[in-house]
Each structure stands twice: as structure tokens, then as C-alpha cells.
């Protein structure tokens, strides 16, 4: 599975993936404009079925967000952009990785932990829902390198 990063001038792509996978949208100029911050970047993989966006900063790195088009599921996409995030990071001097993940989102839990991730943190009533209702963040935190899941990585 190859990984690659992506370009400022696929936002649009980002964006119609991302809102596939939540409820809040993230338009283009908005993905665009994260992507052009200093420290941030983007994997996508090769058929643009998913992708991660990461900050770097001062030795440590976050995940800002991360989505793979329900088509393509369970095939080890998310996996392979978490764990080649992490590697790319490390090349700039990160060596922890955090994110923020809705404590009720179990698939995406059940993906972090795999990869080593433990919670450091509880936000309370983080996220908006619909109805007005709130969730709480789970804040998660790895080492990297990050453990590994027997996938074979590949950069482009
Ligand atoms: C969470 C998400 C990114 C996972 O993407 P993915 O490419 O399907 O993940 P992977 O195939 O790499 O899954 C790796 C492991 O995570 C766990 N996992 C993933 N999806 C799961 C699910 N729906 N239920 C239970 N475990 C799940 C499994 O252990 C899986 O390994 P297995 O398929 O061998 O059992 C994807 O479901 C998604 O985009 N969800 C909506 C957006 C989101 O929640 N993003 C994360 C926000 S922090």
C-alpha cells in the first residue's frame, strides 16, 4: 500500500473524503489552509481512498484528523496512513504523537490502541452532536515509533 503526501491542490478530494466519514464539515479552503501551515502535512494513499493530517511541533506531533471512505474499510488504510504519519513526523524530530478521538468512536479506538496508543486525557462534552447534545474526547498518546501490525509500508 503506497502512501503519499498530498498536494495543497487536492483539498477538494480531502474534503469530499472527509465529509464521507463526519457529520462536521471541513471544506477545500479550510483543509487547504491547514495543509499550508508550517509543520503540517498530509498522506493520502494512492487511490485516494483516505488520508491523515498531522502537525508537527516542537518534538511532538498531532493528528488532526483522520478518515478512510467507508467503501474501503477494514483493508488496513487507516493503519498504514497512522503508522507512516508517525515515520514521516519522527523525521521531524517528533517522538510522541497525539490525538483527540470521540470516546464513543470504538472503531477508531480499537485502531489507535493496536498501534500503542493509551488516553492521557478526558475531554468533557468536546464534540457538538445533533440534538444539541455533547461527547466527551478521549485524548491519546504514542511513542514513535509506533508499534507495528504486521502491514507492509511503502512511501511514495
Ligand atoms: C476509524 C477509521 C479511520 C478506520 O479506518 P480503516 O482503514 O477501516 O482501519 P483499518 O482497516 O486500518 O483497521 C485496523 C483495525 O482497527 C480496528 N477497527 C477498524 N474499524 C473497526 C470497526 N468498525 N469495528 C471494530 N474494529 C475496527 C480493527 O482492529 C482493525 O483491524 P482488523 O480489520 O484486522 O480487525 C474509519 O473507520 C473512519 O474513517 N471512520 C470515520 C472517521 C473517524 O472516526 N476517524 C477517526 C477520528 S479520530
Given at each position: 500500500?503506497?502512501?503519499?503526501l498530498a498536494e495543497i491542490g487536492e483539498a477538494p478530494v480531502l474534503a ?10 471541513w471544506n477545500a479552503a479550510a483543509i487547504a489552509e491547514l495543509m499550508a501551515a508550517p509543520g503540517t502535512f498530509a498522506l493520502v ?6 488520508f491523515?493530517l498531522v502537525r508537527t511541533a ?6 488532526l484528523t ?26 521531524a ?64
Amino acid at each position: 500500500m503506497i502512501m503519499r503526501l498530498a498536494e495543497i491542490g487536492e483539498a477538494p478530494v480531502l474534503a469530499a473524503l472527509h465529509g464521507q466519514c463526519f457529520d462536521e464539515i471541513w471544506n477545500a479552503a479550510a483543509i487547504a489552509e491547514l495543509m499550508a501551515a508550517p509543520g503540517t502535512f498530509a498522506l493520502v494513499d494512492e487511490d485516494q481512498t483516505g488520508f491523515i493530517l498531522v502537525r508537527t511541533a516542537g518534538g511532538e506531533c498531532e493528528v488532526l484528523t483522520l478518515c478512510v471512505a467507508p467503501a474501503t474499510r477494514r483493508r488496513g488504510v487507516a493503519t498504514v496512513l497512522v503508522t507512516a504519519a508517525a515515520e514521516r513526523a519522527a523525521e521531524a524530530n517528533a517522538n510522541v504523537m497525539f490525538l483527540e478521538v470521540n470516546a464513543t468512536n470504538n472503531p477508531a479506538i480499537v485502531l489507535y490502541k493496536r498501534l500503542g496508543f493509551g488516553a492521557v486525557g478526558l475531554r468533557k462534552g468536546y464534540y457538538a452532536v445533533p440534538h444539541g447534545m455533547r461527547e466527551d474526547a478521549l485524548v491519546l498518546r504514542a511513542s514513535i515509533p509506533l508499534l507495528r501490525v504486521g502491514f507492509s509500508l511503502q512511501l511514495g
